[in-house]
Structure formats: C-alpha cells, structure tokens
C-alpha cells in the first residue's frame, strides 16, 4: 500500500492511497470517515509540527501556534526506485494571538541522508497510524479488543484533533 495523502481537519480523517490489485494493476482508493480518531493517531498529527519547526527556523518562536492538517507524500523520482518515499508536503495554518488565520503549504521537501531521522521520528507514525487504520486495526469497533499493537502507555486523550491542537494554542494565548 502506498500512501499518497493523510488529511486530519475538521473532526474527519482522509487517506489517499494505492494498492495493487489481484491482475497485478494499481488501484487508487480514498477512505474518509468521522469517527473519533484514536489518541496514537492524534499524537502522531500533533508531532508533525515539529518537522516545521526543524526544516523552518520562521517557526521556532511560533510554534505552539501551527497546526499542520494534511501530509502529502511523492514516491519515485530521481535516485529512488518507484516504492520508495522521495519526499512529503505538509499543509496547514498558523493563529496569532488575535486569532488570525495563515495557511501554510510547504514545498515537497525531497527526503535525502540528513533527513533520514526527521522521516523515522514525525512522517513514519504518521504512515503507521494510516496504514493500521485502513486495514481495520484502529477503526472504533476494534478499540476495546484484547489485542495490543504496542500501544504507548501513556497517552493523553482529546475528543478531536482541533481541540487538541487548540489546546497548545490556548496554553500559548495563556502564556
């Protein structure tokens, strides 16, 4: 499976994604849903800001003010083979304290040697997240079978992606 976008806004989850069919053909598939999304998720989507932080030093003195709402991820290209992960797009906004909104929408930021360990820390839990979602292992039904998926321990709980984002915005306006 191949992910090509993961959007979390406005309480709905998105995935674009493609797999390869029984014939051996690519198939492109979306899947949206509103139901509540799991904390691991939600963790996963608040980290992404971070990788803002660390590419756009703009961001550093603003940062418990961005939301990034939508990955989108590129594979192929040159030096990398048609199934590998070249490079990733992030799209989102900033709120200043008199809660005036800017999008951000970041170039395709190419993947290379030193960004190796940004990708393993904030994109990957992002992609493992979708995948188990798509696969059924983080739909609702499945919250409360025995099963375990190495979840983390300890793992603070929103209703929402929004209201978690707009709780480090509040701690901010608070500061």
Known sequence: MKLSVVRFR????A???????QSGENEVFTLSSRDKARPEMIDA????????????SVFKFAQKMVVVHTLRLKYGGNGFESYEL??????????NRENDICKIETDMITLSKDKEELVAKYILPVLRESELYIS???AQQQLF????LDDADEIEEYPSYTQAAAKSHDEYQGA
């Open 86 to 95: 070249s490079g990733f797009k992030l799209l989102g906004y900033v709120a």
């Open 136 to 138: 059924g292992h983080r």
């Open 45 to 56: 989507f608040l980290k992404l800001k971070e990788v803002l932080v660390e590419c756009f």
């Open 15 to 21: 995935f674009g994604y493609s797999k390869e069919s």
């Open 10 to 13: 406005s309480g709905c989850l």
């Open 145 to 148: 079978e025995d099963e375990s």
